[in-house]
């Protein structure tokens, strides 16, 4: 009888400790183990309690580019950035959903963006320049780059390389660097290259 009850008051323990986690936790777990579904409930719930929380929208969104639903993350982001258009979060998301549709000058332009709007920050996510630079990269790789792309590709690749010098990557990325500078394109040509 003792273990029966022991093993009830365990169970209820446990679903106390269940009840008390956040929300917020709860789709935090759900979006690391990839139940995006679950994450977009759970944001969506939060957002109808807060619908003026730009975090909830942003969630909500990565949620949504995570699922290839892009059409509605996009809709969440034009809210988000008419309720603050200085907000740097919304400039990042609008930047990952184009990044994964292969809209290259899109991508470039809100990382681009996210980076102006967050230096006011005393930090920001330094991959904001590997993103922008990685958008010209494949670009170059399918419809090629013209000089301006290729210079602002090469300049986002070092100031990555200057926030980030313990990254694992800083070798190949010297390297891509060290053999793109032979390959500038001249007056009106684009530089289409696959790196092979």
């Not at 579904?37 to 939060?46: D, G, V």
């Not at 975090?55 to 580019?65: A, E, R």
């Not at 681009?112 to 922008?132: C, G, M, P, T, V």
């Not at 500078?181 to 007056?187: E, F, I, S």
Request: glycine residues 4%; hydrophobic residues 35%.
């Amino acid at each position: 009888m003792f273990f029966l009850l022991s093993g009830m008051t365990g169970q209820l323990m446990a679903q106390d400790f269940d009840d008390e986690v956040s929300p917020q936790a709860k789709a935090a777990a759900a979006m690391r183990t990839k139940r995006y579904r679950e994450a977009e409930n759970l944001y969506r719930q939060m957002l109808e309690k807060n619908p003026e929380s730009m975090t909830y929208k942003h969630m909500l969104s990565h949620s949504l580019i995570l699922q290839e639903r892009f059409g509605e993350s996009d809709s969440f982001l034009r809210v988000a950035y008419l309720q603050d258009s200085m907000h740097p979060g919304t400039f990042w998301y609008f930047g990952i959903s184009a990044e994964r549709q292969d809209q290259y000058d899109r991508a470039y332009g809100f990382f681009r963006r996210y980076i102006d709007k967050s230096k006011r920050f005393s930090e920001f996510n330094q991959s904001a320049w590997l993103h922008a630079a990685s958008a010209y990269r494949r670009k170059m790789h399918t419809l090629g780059i013209n000089t301006t792309e290729w210079s602002d590709m090469v300049y986002c690749y070092e100031n990555y390389l200057q926030a980030q010098p313990a990254d694992p990557l800083v070798p190949q990325l010297q390297d891509f660097l060290d053999a793109v500078r032979l390959k500038q394109p001249r007056g009106g040509q684009k530089l289409v290259w696959t790196e092979q």
